[in-house]
C-alpha cells in the first residue's frame, strides 16, 4: 500500500505528473470526448509508479477528463461520476478516458485547451501509523491520496468486473494545496482510477481502464 505525493520542488525523477500536457508521440493522436471537444490530461503515469512491473518501460498511461481548469461545470463533473453500483453497467467507458501510449520525450498539447497546473508525482510506501489506518473500516481504507490497496469511498462501495484492479485515487483536497485552481474539480470528491490486469498486453493507443468520481 502506497501514497502519492506530489513534488513541486522535484529535480525530475518522477514516476508520473498531475496536469500539464500529455506525453502523446503526436497530436492526431489526442482524444475528444463525445461533443468531439478535445479532452485534457489529469495524470500521466509511468511504469516506476507501480512497485512491480505493471507497465512496460517507455510506455505511460495518461488521464483525460472531458473538460479543462477553464471550462468546466458540475454537469461536466456529473457526466465523470459514479455514485452506487447501479451505475456501472451503463457507465462503462464513461466521460473519461485511460489511454495506455508510447511515451514522448517531451510533453504537448492542442492550441485550443488551458491544461491543469503541473506537478510530477511519486509514490512511497505506508508509515505503519497510515497502513493500520488503511485498515480501520471494513469498507473503506485511508482518505488519502494513493496506490493500490483499498479505495476510500465517499458513496457507495463500487466494484468493477473481474478484469480491473484498483490503481490508485486522488483527492481534491490534496491537489487544492498544491494550486488554488484545482479547486472544485470534482466537486470536493475524490477520483478514482481502475486499470486492466492484462496491461501489458495491450497496444499503443488502446483505452485500458475506468476513471470516475466521486462527491458528497
Known amino acids: 500500500m502506497f501514497i502519492i505525493e506530489y513534488c513541486p520542488d522535484s529535480s525530475g525523477n518522477s514516476s508520473g505528473q498531475l496536469g500539464g500536457g500529455a506525453y502523446l508521440a503526436e497530436l492526431n493522436q489526442w482524444p475528444r470526448n463525445g461533443y468531439n471537444v478535445t479532452m485534457t490530461p489529469f495524470l500521466t503515469i509511468r511504469a516506476s509508479l507501480f512497485p512491480t512491473s505493471y507497465l512496460p518501460q517507455k510506455s505511460c498511461i495518461t488521464v483525460f477528463l472531458p473538460y479543462s481548469i477553464d471550462r468546466y ?23 473519461g478516458k485511460v489511454v495506455f501510449h508510447e511515451e514522448n520525450s517531451a ?14 508525482l511519486i509514490s512511497r510506501e505506508m508509515t505503519p501509523l497510515e497502513a493500520s ?7 473503506s ?3 488519502g491520496s494513493k496506490l493500490l490497496g483499498r479505495p476510500s469511498w465517499i ?23 498544491l494550486d488554488k485552481r484545482y479547486e472544485g474539480i470534482f466537486n470536493d470528491g475524490a477520483l478514482y482510477l481502475y486499470l486492466r490486469q492484462s496491461l501489458k498486453k495491450s497496444n499503443h493507443g488502446d483505452v485500458v481502464g475506468e476513471v470516475f468520481i466521486q462527491f458528497t
Do not use: W
Open 141 to 143: 481504507g485511508l482518505y
Open 73 to 95: 461545470t458540475i454537469k461536466d463533473i456529473r457526466s465523470c461520476t459514479l455514485n452506487d453500483q447501479s451505475q456501472v453497467k451503463e457507465f462503462h467507458g464513461g466521460a
Open 133 to 139: 489506518e488503511d485498515l480501520e473500516d471494513e469498507i
Open 107 to 120: 510533453e504537448i498539447k492542442p492550441a485550443e485547451i488551458e491544461t491543469f497546473p503541473s506537478f510530477p
Open 155 to 177: 458513496q457507495d462501495e463500487i466494484f468493477m468486473p473481474e478484469k480491473y484492479f484498483f490503481a490508485l485515487q486522488i483527492i481534491e483536497a490534496d491537489i487544492v494545496k
